[in-house]
């Protein structure tokens, strides 16, 4: 099931040259699963057509003539009523100060008015209009009202000058609305602790032992945590993937930083799912100067790294639900099972690195679940984000 599956969303857009970001940010909210309403002002129609939005969100596109056709005075009603969420973007400064003021004179703020759902924001404009007082207060008005304001960023401008007042990136936008309209999930008011990614062990100042791990499963996982609404801290291993909107992110390096920020954390969580590949061991002394090639090959000597799992299942205070996760290459199930008792585990997520569709650095995952009382649950190819529900699903259901 998509992540916004049955989520309806009013997409308000107003007259910025942002509008053509409203498209893609149409189509992102569209494939995250969610019933998209775009709704243009007269001013967003000189930007961008009915038909672009149409094209990307499959449903129609409402504009200010609406408002005096057939469906005419309930249109607006509808629309508001029905929303989950009303996104405005980009958002200009006079829409902003309609808002604010309650007025009511086209399509969007009539539907503004009646809806009940929140409201987010995410203004667009030149820097001077965004600085000026009347919009500084239209917005505290509107932050007042409980409205959620994201952005402007800095940055190059329509006007040619840089600054203040460019709308978020749709992607971003995307992940703000994602955490909005998973409030109330089945993990609301949980926290969940995530590590992801492999760890780093310097040899020297240039050079590491490090593994195959991207880290995809972990930030997959903490994207579904989020999903369900659950508070989370992501602790990431070096990778160069963007952490999901919403997500706490602690960046590590090495398997003793991973230990420390997870047992510092650990105690105040309802459940820990550990994706990370931490490596087993490191150098035992890392050169403080580059290793020179002339100085002939090295030997470098290797000292056991912590087991964070274990550590954390000694702990007296600890997370109610705790997950490994076991790659393994061969004996899956035998090997899954021993790290599942000898690291004191609720669960334990086995996947078969040794599969070309599974594992390192691909999207997609199969995996055996095992449960502490003798469950088994083998999943068929999936993607990171379904594997990832799954377990998330499962957790949840232990930690009741
Ligand atoms: N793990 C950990 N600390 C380590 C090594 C692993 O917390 N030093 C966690 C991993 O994050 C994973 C689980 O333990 O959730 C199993 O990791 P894995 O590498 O498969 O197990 P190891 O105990 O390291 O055993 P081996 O590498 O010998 O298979």
């Given at each position: 099931m998509l992540p916004l599956h049955a989520k309806r969303i009013v997409l308000g857009v107003t007259g910025s040259i942002a509008c053509y970001k409203a498209a893609d940010l149409a189509s992102k909210l569209t494939q995250l699963g969610a019933e998209v309403d775009v709704i243009l002002t007269a001013a967003a129609e000189h930007f961008i057509k009915p038909l672009t939005f149409q094209s990307v969100t499959g449903r129609r596109a409402y504009i200010d003539q609406d408002l005096w056709?057939?469906?005419?005075?309930?249109l607006h009603v509808k629309l508001g009523k029905d929303a989950d969420l009303l996104l405005i973007a980009p958002a200009t400064a006079n829409t902003l100060a309609k808002l604010a003021a309650g007025q009511a004179d086209n399509l969007l703020t009539l539907t503004a008015l009646a809806a009940t759902a929140p409201l987010m924001l995410a203004p667009a404009m030149d820097g001077g209009m965004f600085d000026h007082p009347a919009t500084q207060a239209s917005l505290e008005t509107l932050r007042a009202h409980g409205a959620q304001v994201h952005g402007p960023v800095s940055g190059h401008l329509a006007s040619g000058l840089s600054g203040v007042g460019r709308m978020l990136e749709p992607a971003e936008l995307a992940g703000h609305a994602r955490v909005a309209l998973s409030a109330?999930?089945?993990?609301?008011?949980r926290r969940v602790l995530v590590t992801a990614g492999g760890t780093q062990e310097p040899i020297?100042?240039?050079?590491v032992i490090a593994?195959?791990?991207?880290g995809k499963q972990g930030y997959a996982l903490a994207q579904a945590a989020l999903d369900l609404g659950a508070q989370v801290t992501l602790v990431s291993g070096p990778t160069a993937l963007i952490a999901p909107v919403g997500a706490h992110l602690l960046r590590v390096q090495t398997a003793v930083e991973m230990r420390d920020a997870v047992l510092a954390l650990a105690?105040?969580?309802?459940?820990?799912?550990?994706a990370a590949a931490v490596a087993?061991?490191?150098?035992s002394q890392a050169a403080d100067k580059k290793i020179k090639r002339a100085e002939g090959v090295p030997t470098v000597e290797l000292a056991a790294n912590p087991d964070i799992l274990k550590e954390v299942s000694q702990q007296?205070?600890?997370?109610r639900v705790l997950v490994g996760f076991a790659a393994e290459s061969n004996d899956l199930l035998a090997n899954a099972q021993g790290k599942l008792a000898s690291k004191g585990l609720d669960m334990i997520v086995a996947n078969?690195?040794?599969?070309?569709?599974?594992?390192?650095?691909?999207?997609t995952n199969r995996v055996i679940l095992l449960s502490k009382d003798g469950g088994q649950e083998e999943l068929p190819l999936l993607s990171k984000y379904e594997v990832a529900r799954k377990v998330l699903e499962k957790a949840a259901s232990l930690l009741k």
């Open positions: 056709g057939p469906e005419g005075h309930v109330g999930g089945p993990l609301a008011g020297d100042p240039v050079r593994n195959r791990s991207s105690a105040a969580a309802d459940m820990l799912l550990m087993d061991f490191r150098p007296a205070q600890k997370p078969d690195v040794s599969a070309q569709d599974a594992g390192f650095e691909v999207d």
